[in-house]
C-alpha cells in the first residue's frame, strides 16, 4: 500500500458515513467520486489528505482527529459511558460521535461550561498532566462572604479535607451582596484559576474557608475559552487558532506534521 493512503471505506467510515456495508452501497450507488470519477470499488486506495473525495455531490473533510468544544449543562456526567446517567458523549451528534472522542478530563455532574472532547489522546495526556500546570478558571457563585483574606489564603495554598495542600490559586472577587431580609444572606461572585484538577477542588477550597459554592462553570482551559454563543448542551468544533493555543500549552512539535500518531 501507498504511503499515507486508506481505503476507500475506511476513510469514509472514520468521519461518520456509515458503517463499511453502508459505505459500499453508496459506492454501488455511484454517490462516491474520487477526484471527478465515479469510484467503482469501495475497497479503493485513497490518499485522505490530497484526493478529492466527494459523497453525492459534497467534498469530504478528512481528518484524524477531532476537538470539540462543548457548554457541558448540569446534569450530565463527563464519561464516555455511564450506568445510569446521560454521559456528555451522549449529547453529540453522530457525525462527530463518529470519532469516538472523550472528555479531557471531568467537570462534576453539576458543573457547567467549558468542556473539550477529543480523540487526541497525546494532546488530552499534555493537557492533564499535572507538570504542565494548565490553568483553569472557574465562575462560581458562593454562598458567604468571600474576602481578600480568602483570595491571600487561596494564593498561599489551603488545606483540603483530606490534608492535601493545593498550589497557589488566583481568586478575583467579582461582586459580594448581601440579600435584603430579616435574616440577610451573603452571597459573592468570584473566578479562581487553579493548575491543578483535584476531585471537586473548587468546592473544596471553598469548604476550607468554610464557604459554600452554589454554582459552578469552567470559563478557561489554558487558551481555549467558552464560547459564550454556544446554549448549554451545544457543542462546536474548535477553530485552527484555538486548537493552536492548546498545542502550544503542551508541546507544539509533538503534532506538527504528524497527522497520524
Ligand atoms: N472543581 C469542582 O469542585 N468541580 C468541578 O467540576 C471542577 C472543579
Known amino acids: ?10 476513510m469514509l467510515g472514520h468521519i461518520g458515513y456509515g458503517t463499511r456495508t453502508e459505505i459500499k452501497q453508496l459506492v454501488k450507488a455511484g454517490l462516491v ?19 478529492e473525495v466527494n459523497v453525492d455531490g459534497e467534498r469530504v473533510r478528512y481528518r484524524e482527529f477531532i476537538y470539540i468544544l462543548m457548554n457541558k ?3 450530565v456526567v463527563s464519561a464516555t459511558e455511564d450506568l445510569r446517567d446521560k454521559t456528555v458523549v451522549d449529547l453529540l451528534a453522530a457525525e462527530h460521535a463518529a470519532f469516538e472522542p472523550f472528555p479531557v478530563g471531568r467537570l462534576d ?10 480523540n487526541d489522546g497525546r494532546l488530552a495526556h499534555r493537557l492533564l498532566s499535572p507538570k504542565k500546570h494548565v490553568p483553569k478558571t472557574y465562575y462560581a457563585k458562593v454562598a458567604g462572604r468571600v474576602t481578600d483574606e480568602d483570595g491571600e489564603a487561596f494564593a498561599r495554598g ?29 452571597t ?6 487553579i493548575t491543578e484538577g483535584k ?8 469548604e476550607s474557608v468554610g464557604k459554600r459554592v452554589t454554582y459552578l462553570k469552567r470559563i478557561s482551559m489554558g487558551s481555549l475559552r467558552l464560547d459564550e454563543r454556544l446554549a448549554l448542551g451545544e457543542v462546536r468544533e474548535l477553530t485552527g487558532e484555538e486548537l493552536e493555543g492548546l498545542l502550544n500549552y503542551g508541546g507544539k512539535e509533538a503534532t506538527e506534521g504528524c497527522p497520524r500518531r
Do not use: C
Open 1 to 10: 500500500m501507498a504511503k499515507g493512503k486508506l481505503r476507500l471505506d475506511k
Open 33 to 51: 467520486t474520487v477526484n471527478g470519477k465515479v469510484a467503482k470499488d469501495s475497497g479503493l486506495q485513497v490518499d485522505p489528505y490530497n484526493d
Open 73 to 75: 449543562p448540569a446534569g
Open 109 to 118: 455532574k453539576d458543573t457547567e461550561g467549558l468542556l473539550l472532547l477529543t
Open 158 to 186: 489551603v488545606r483540603l479535607d483530606d490534608g492535601y495542600v493545593t498550589l497557589p490559586a488566583e481568586l478575583r472577587v467579582l461582586s459580594v451582596r448581601q440579600a435584603p431580609g430579616s435574616e440577610p444572606e451573603w
Open 188 to 193: 459573592s461572585e468570584i473566578e479562581l484559576t
Open 199 to 206: 476531585f471537586h477542588q473548587v468546592k473544596r477550597m471553598f
